[in-house]
């Protein structure tokens, strides 16, 4: 008889650890350039609904499949669905999906934390260059960071669901929380922020198109790890006693929220640097806005308030991106850990075999 399956320990530490897998680079980035693109107020408008009325319900009933059969992802469908049923397959593509996503979440991830330790150890100037960015990702020291981070990211991993991802969550989500809303706050007090917040709040109907919805249905999808496995992996460790509808209403407004407070970072930041900012011509990369753009806006900062606030200002926002992707990586990478584990019925702390 196999032993239970490991649980997260309060409904706190699920929700943290779902926003977690949720908030990522594309919320703290991607979004606010999506959303000024696309109509600011207007934009965020069709996020909020497509959230509400399309994603609440698939977020649910992912979390409610994992519960349910107390399985990952393939042995969910597996257990759910006939032998020959096609729906079978979505299981293994919950598999090879995160296993491909992971992949570039953990180059990305290695970038952003060899530009915190940079950043870190007062080379901001550096990172601004123009050159450092393609020096960088050809040099040796990524090698190192990726051994870091890997070392860290197994280490959550192999520490199980309670002390290692829900604990890792519980430390990390509200650090992050406290950052960007610090951030924001600082930014805010700075002259022009007001034009930033004009185009990301404001709303402009005349943008809205059919790219602009698709966009924002994507975002909604993607920024909540909908059809991912995630959900379903992290649902098999919620008590059957907790509600799935009030979690998933939780950690729907804990995502949310991040990726509208980062709308009140990234925009005013740029527009305080140079108030003739061309919203359409900002990069619609996260990578590109991260490790080109953003070194150049944060040492722009400068003359306001010295390089060493201004270091100190990019090491916070770094050391925040840091950790909105390793919580994401972390998520993402459980999933085949999750069915590797559960298929081949390996004994480790991970899900509590016995």
């Not at 999906?97 to 952003?112: D, E, G, K, N, S």
């Not at 005349?206 to 924002?216: D, L, M, P």
Request: charged letters at 10%; glycine letters at 8%; hydrophobic letters at 55%.
């Amino acid at each position: 008889m196999a032993a239970s399956r490991e649980q997260f320990g309060s409904r706190l530490g699920f929700v943290l650890a779902a926003a977690g897998s949720a908030v990522g680079i594309g919320s703290l980035v991607g979004f606010p350039v999506a959303a000024t693109k696309g109509g600011g107020g207007a934009f965020l408008l069709l996020y909020v609904l497509f959230i509400i009325f399309v994603c609440l319900p698939v977020m649910m009933a992912e979390l409610s499949l994992g519960r349910r059969t107390q399985k990952d992802p393939i042995g969910a469908y597996t257990k759910e669905t006939e032998s020959r049923s096609p729906w079978r397959i979505l299981g293994m593509l919950t598999f090879i999906t995160p296993l491909m996503i992971a992949v570039f979440y953990m180059v990305v991830t290695v970038w952003i934390f060899g530009y915190f330790v940079e950043i870190a150890q007062g080379n901001l100037s550096e990172l601004a260059k123009p050159d450092t960015f393609d020096n960088f990702v050809n040099s040796n020291q990524v090698f190192i960071y990726l051994f870091v981070v890997g070392a860290f990211v197994n280490l959550i991993l192999v520490s199980g669901v309670k002390k290692g991802i829900e604990r890792a969550a519980k430390i990390m989500m509200p650090l992050l929380f406290v950052m960007l809303i610090g951030l924001v706050v600082f930014v805010l007090t700075l002259d022009n922020a007001e034009i930033g917040l004009r185009y990301y709040l404001v709303p402009d109907f005349s943008k809205i198109n059919t790219a602009v919805v698709n966009s924002a249905l994507s975002q909604a999808f993607f920024s909540l790890s909908l059809g991912m496995g995630i959900l379903i992996t992290y649902g098999s460790y919620v008590n059957k006693s907790e509600s799935i509808s009030s979690s998933a209403k939780f950690v729907a407004i804990a995502d949310t929220t991040v990726a509208f407070f980062a709308g009140l970072l990234i925009l005013p930041a740029i527009f305080v640097i140079n108030p003739n900012t061309d919203p359409a011509q900002l990069s619609d990369s996260s990578v590109g806005m991260i490790f080109t753009y953003l070194p150049k806006l944060f040492l722009a900062l400068q003359p306001l308030i010295g390089y060493i606030g201004a270091s100190v200002v990019a090491f916070i926002f770094f050391l925040l991106v840091f950790f909105a992707a390793i919580t994401s990586l972390v998520s993402i990478v459980e999933v085949p850990t999750s069915s590797l584990i559960d298929t081949l019925k390996l004994k480790q702390n991970l899900h509590c075999f016995n």
